[in-house]
């Protein structure tokens, strides 16, 4: 096949509203390599008991199990809605957790689900710092997470979860270091996929800023390890974007919950979008090559 009618073929059976592919990744993906991996990558539920979103986010869970079939979740944070206001009280945390829990016990299969943390999850106003429900530490707990920062291995692909909410979004010296060993203990013939709630490199920080301060430190350190880092995924600003640099793949996904479940937001475009992105999910295929394939589906209901 001319390159120019696979172009032309995989433009027509991408249907539906889609993030478009990294072209030269989907015709390798496509010619020579087994695709290990099928992942749901959801961001920004902002789960809440009004405006019927707990209903929603299970309508969508339901959408993307039986029409993706993924292997596994990635939650990009900002999972409830939310703990970070002055006004909110231990009850409330509580109720929003327990929602979140609830959506998610009603598939009808257990999936493993890979989360960071989102700056509107912690609850800093706890008591005080002892007190168990304070901060990042719970929000951990709660979305059984193994650590604020961790690295997960799914065959020759590496999963590494970040916590950016650090001074002004970035990662602390401490993890900044973690990342540096990590990365150089990856051997050849592997990839990585990246994820932090807030975009590194993307267009979406021009529009409405919330990108990681410590951008350019990022993108050498993965410039280093070009042959092994293909992805980075983001969410915080419910806005859909790909930037592609030293081929790395940044997508910038869009709001499970768009406009946060609410009407408003850019009603021209259609219901509950948040500016000109609808709410919905990015949907993966990781290839045994490191090659990516990545789509964004709106919701169906």
């Keep these: 096949m001319e390159r120019r009618d696979a172009l032309k073929s995989l433009a027509m059976v991408a249907g539906g509203l889609t993030l478009g ?3 030269l990744h989907a015709l390798e993906a496509a010619g020579n390599s087994k695709k290990l991996w099928t992942v749901a990558h959801i961001t920004d539920v902002h789960i809440r008991p009004d405006y019927d979103a707990p209903n929603r986010f299970k309508s969508s869970l339901r959408q993307i ?6 292997d596994f979740f990635l939650n ?21 957790w327990n929602i979140w829990d ?38 951990g707990k709660r979305l059984n997470m193994p650590h604020r920062y961790f690295r997960v291995q799914r065959g ?26 990590e990365l150089a203990l990856i051997p050849a013939g592997h990839y990585v996929a990246l ?40 969410g915080h600003n419910h806005l859909l974007d790909e930037t592609i640099y030293n081929k790395v793949t940044y997508c910038s996904s869009g709001a499970v919950s768009g406009h946060w479940w609410e009407p408003g937001g850019d ?35």
């Design 21 to 23: 592919n990294n072209t």
């Design 65 to 70: 199990v039986k029409k993706h079939k993924p």
């Design 267 to 301: 009603e021209s475009a259609g219901p509950g979008w948040f500016k000109q992105t609808p709410p919905g999910y990015t949907i993966l295929k990781l290839y045994a090559n490191g090659s990516v394939e990545h789509d964004y589906h709106a919701h169906g209901f």
């Design 102 to 139: 609830e959506c998610w016990s009603s598939l009808d299969k257990k999936y493993e689900i890979y989360s960071c943390i989102g700056n509107h999850d912690p609850w800093w106003k706890a008591p005080n710092q002892e007190d168990e429900m304070y901060g990042k530490p719970y929000v």
């Design 156 to 181: 020759n692909w590496h999963f590494i979860i970040l916590d950016g909410n650090h001074k002004g979004i970035m990662l602390d010296e401490e993890q900044m270091q973690w990342l540096e060993k």
């Design 76 to 96: 990009g944070g900002d999972s409830i809605y939310d703990a970070s206001y002055n006004s909110v009280v231990r009850d409330r945390v509580h109720q929003l």
């Design 195 to 234: 994820m932090s709630h807030y975009p590194v490199l993307s267009a979406t920080v021009q529009l409405l800023g919330g990108g990681h301060s410590d951008f350019r430190k990022l993108k050498d350190l993965f410039y280093q390890h070009k042959d092994k880092v293909r992805l980075f995924l983001s």
